[in-house]
């Protein structure tokens, strides 16, 4: 089979994309149901209707674009990533596997060929946790893994429900709705930037990826009695600031007390109040990221950080709460898809890698829904989530080519 990629076409939808945002090229910032969210989804609906795709939303917007098969019976095989981004991000996070997408399933019947199965393009909702703190909100709700009470606890910056965003975006439907049946899809594959190192390193132009790492988001709150930096004594204080000081460095001696380099913790949010230069902190928030592809090892580096941190808070006389936000199993990659992608990248003349997803994806929780892999296409310098984040088309359109030979042997 001859797979024709149509890199400079792809490489102008991701750059008009790019342009749809709230901040200046070649920073992107599209958050959940802004106007320029919103302006993306409909633009993208208009090169699937160019493509000749069935389009159907749920109802958080979930877009599914799919290309009948000739056994309408069958499962379809999906594809797919989100086109949210971050404030200030780049421009490849995601949309390489929404219009890298789209690109696979174009070259397709250019090759001549024609699926038994059905494949089915998915942007995902708010893959990105800008809008609610949670990541992936629409393929959790589509793996129901959310119940009612936590989705109905979340709220925006604006104090806005999932709900209340979903009326003003003229969605409709239950969020129970979303949830997708078992046995609705035969398998998918997303192809994503890798976001990482280690492709361009080893100078290898596609990763397959065998496990995603599965992350675990702890928030602490710290207080104490505060006071004026002048007059409060030094022995008279409970500054929750250095209890922080002190469970920040414990994060960091949980993680490296595995041994295992696929374990990472990080404190990447603290927030301290009320913030003056001459005020003893008041109130101390931190928020702790663990992930680890071994679901109990993780969840052992979650005990040891919880220890530590209510030790130091009783130590300091400080006031501890704590809330675990979320603690998602990894997933394994099905050893099928893994073989697929790997045969696809051969029939090409493409080498490949094998290797572990560190950042998460929604095909964490499609790996809930159906057999499941990834294809990872390298980041230059492994940045990402920055506005310099770079894939060149050339290595794109790899990834593409790799994709589409992996849907047709999916596909039948």
């Not at 007390?257 to 931190?286: F, H, K, M, W, Y």
């Not at 936000?325 to 890698?353: F, K, M, R, Y």
């Not at 095909?363 to 390298?378: D, G």
Request: aromatic letters at 4%.
């Amino acid at each position: 089979m001859s797979l024709s990629i149509d890199t400079k076409r792809l490489t102008d939808e991701i750059e008009y994309l790019a342009h749809i945002s709230d901040t200046p090229y070649p920073s992107v910032t599209r958050v959940l149901f802004s106007s320029v969210d919103l302006r993306a989804r409909e633009w993208l609906k208009l090169l699937y209707a160019d493509a000749g795709l069935v389009v159907r939303e749920d109802a958080v917007s979930n877009t599914f674009a799919r290309w009948p098969g000739t056994d309408p019976a069958a499962a379809p095989v999906a594809t797919g990533s989100h086109i949210d981004a971050i404030p200030n991000a780049g421009r490849f996070d995601g949309v390489v596997g929404v219009l890298g997408g789209l690109e696979a399933i174009r070259a397709l019947p250019r090759a001549g060929r024609r699926p038994r199965r059905s494949i089915e393009l998915v942007m995902f909702t708010a893959e990105e946790p800008t809008r609610f703190g949670l990541g992936c909100l629409g393929s959790r709700l589509m793996a129901g893994t959310l119940n009612r009470q936590k989705i109905a606890s979340l709220r925006d910056p604006q104090g806005l429900s999932v709900d209340d965003v979903c009326a003003q975006a003229y969605m409709h439907g239950t969020l129970e709705s979303t949830r997708l049946t078992p046995g609705c899809y035969d398998s998918f594959v997303e192809l994503h930037i890798e976001q990482g190192p280690l492709l361009e390193l080893k100078q290898m132009p596609i990763g397959v990826v065998t496990a995603i790492a599965a992350p675990a988001a702890l928030r602490i709150d710290l207080s104490g009695p505060g006071g004026h930096a002048g007059t409060v004594l030094m022995p008279d204080r409970h500054d929750p600031s250095l209890a922080a000081a002190e469970i920040m460095q414990a994060v960091e001696r949980a993680a490296l007390a595995t041994q295992s380099r696929d374990t990472v913790a990080t404190c990447g949010l603290v927030q301290v109040l009320p913030g003056a230069v001459n005020s003893i902190p008041r109130e101390v928030r931190l928020e702790i990221d663990v992930r680890d592809i071994d679901g109990a090892r993780r969840d052992g580096v979650l005990v040891a950080i919880r220890a530590a941190a209510k030790a130091s808070a009783e130590r300091r006389g400080c006031g501890f709460k704590e809330q675990l936000i979320n603690a998602d199993p990894p997933a394994t990659c099905a050893p099928h898809i893994v073989t697929a992608v790997e045969q696809a990248s051969a029939a090409v003349g493409l080498p490949c890698q094998r290797m572990i997803s560190r950042a998460y994806h929604d095909s964490l929780f499609m790996a809930q829904v159906c057999p499941t892999a990834m294809i990872f296409v390298p980041s230059k310098d492994g940045i990402s989530h920055r506005p310099d984040e770079y894939t060149a088309p050339d290595e794109i359109a790899q990834g593409v080519r790799v994709l589409a030979g992996a849907l047709d042997l999916l596909a039948g």
